[in-house]
């Protein structure tokens, strides 16, 4: 027997749940409270947490926690004292709980079908996330181009001067193609 | 040049929020009626494009980052409310699929890139462009890149006057961190890019791109 789609309305209220959540998260600066959280999300979230934080590490932890150690250092540099460590940690650890929260939460929510009552953000996301990955595989395409015509590693010159030539073709073919999708999508009503 | 979830309090970012979402209901209404149909492919493209040139971020030591943003050509080819809402939509993507800026963040942020910089570009384009139209869009870019960079550092440096523990880098730092990079490097660049699209896009031809 065929799953039954999930219902719009539980979506929605899961995306508020989340919204509300992640606002209360955000007004947290004391590190124990913010431990008990991310213990209280890990119990929550338990299907599926490696595969949330191997993705929370490898987008949002790096920058973060790299901006964070940075941050401190040059708050030392400047002003000539060591600031305090804890603000610092708290502001590493709040924005990966967040990102948590969101990729767990999201990974659980259609977010089309979410946004069905409201045609024109549904057809407007879905032309912009079409071009997204249409934009990002071209990129991907012309690089790989680029790469096969050039004996040694492509510099960032190369790169650049590549690009130039291309993104014209690229804009026309990509304005053509999001088009098609456009006009797809209104004559089925959206 | 995003601020990432997490670096701002609820007392900024919901007042960001409570301004933004009228904002966002009228410039929809406005410009993304049954009357955009033509535009809206390409809208949508310059849009993806955005967000493709967003992804390319330099963390700023004592700041957050600093990048291309993209949509200062939709301020001077439509208006800056598509501007506002394009970039709303890149940022609400990026939010929610890969992790950069967030959702509780996105009013100030859309305010700060989608607001205050085009508007501050479509300003100077409107004042320049019947001189030299090249140098206006140029000029355009580059100042709302600053206009944006301005915004965000004032904000981060008032969420330190707020509560020094809640973000603990203080303006004096912020500010530096932040504006440097983008008046030497990403500005120009942003300037680059902008002319560049501007004389791409009236090449093709395509339906639905006259300039504001």
Not at chain 2, 156 to 184: C, E, I, K, N, W
Request: proline share 6%; hydrophobic share 55%; with cysteine.
């Amino acid at each position: 027997m065929a799953s039954r789609p999930p219902d719009p309305r539980r979506q929605r209220a899961l995306l508020a749940v989340w919204i509300a959540a992640v606002f209360a998260l955000s007004a947290v600066s004391d590190l124990r409270v913010l431990g008990a959280s991310a213990a209280a999300l890990g119990v929550l979230f338990g299907r599926g947490i490696f595969a949330t934080l191997r993705r929370v590490g490898r987008s949002v932890v790096p920058v973060t926690a790299g901006l964070s150690v940075s941050s401190w250092a040059l708050a030392f540099a400047v002003q000539g004292t060591p600031p305090p460590l804890a603000p610092f940690a708290a502001l590493a650890l709040r924005t990966a709980l967040i990102a948590f929260l969101t990729f767990a939460v999201l990974g659980r929510v259609n977010l089309l079908r979410a946004l069905a009552p409201w045609p024109a953000a549904t057809r407007l996301l879905a032309v912009t996330l079409g071009q997204i990955h249409a934009l990002r595989l071209l990129a991907t395409d012309s690089l790989d181009g680029l790469r096969s015509r050039l004996v040694r590693k492509p510099r960032a010159r190369d790169v650049v001067r590549g690009a130039g030539g291309i993104t014209a073709a690229l804009f026309a073919l990509s304005a053509r193609n999001a088009r098609d999708v456009s006009d797809a999508m209104r004559t089925r009503g959206f | 040049m995003h601020v990432p979830d997490g670096f701002l309090s609820p007392q900024l970012t919901l007042p960001a929020w409570a301004v933004s979402a009228p904002l966002w209901t009228w410039a929809a209404r406005r410009h993304f009626g049954r009357a955009a149909a033509e535009s809206l492919p390409v809208v949508g493209s310059l849009t993806a494009l955005a967000f493709v040139i967003q992804t390319i971020m330099i963390p700023v030591p004592g700041g957050t980052s600093t990048h291309l943003v993209g949509v200062t050509l939709l301020a001077l080819l439509y208006h800056p409310l598509v501007a506002f809402l394009c970039e709303s939509l890149v940022l609400l993507v990026q939010a929610l699929f890969f992790g950069a800026g967030g959702i509780t963040v996105l009013g100030v942020n859309a305010l700060a890139m989608g607001l205050v910089g085009p508007v501050a570009g479509w300003l100077v384009w409107k004042a320049l462009r019947r001189l030299h139209e090249r140098a206006a869009a140029f000029l355009a870019a580059w100042v709302a890149m600053q206009a944006a960079t301005l915004a965000v550092a004032a904000v981060l440096g008032l969420q330190h006057a707020l509560d020094g523990r809640y973000f603990p880098v203080p303006l004096a730092v912020v500010l530096p961190a932040m504006v440097l990079p983008s008046l030497t490097v990403t500005g120009v660049v942003e300037g680059a890019y902008t002319v560049f699209a501007l004389s791409i896009l009236r090449k093709a031809n395509l339906r639905g791109v006259s300039p504001a």
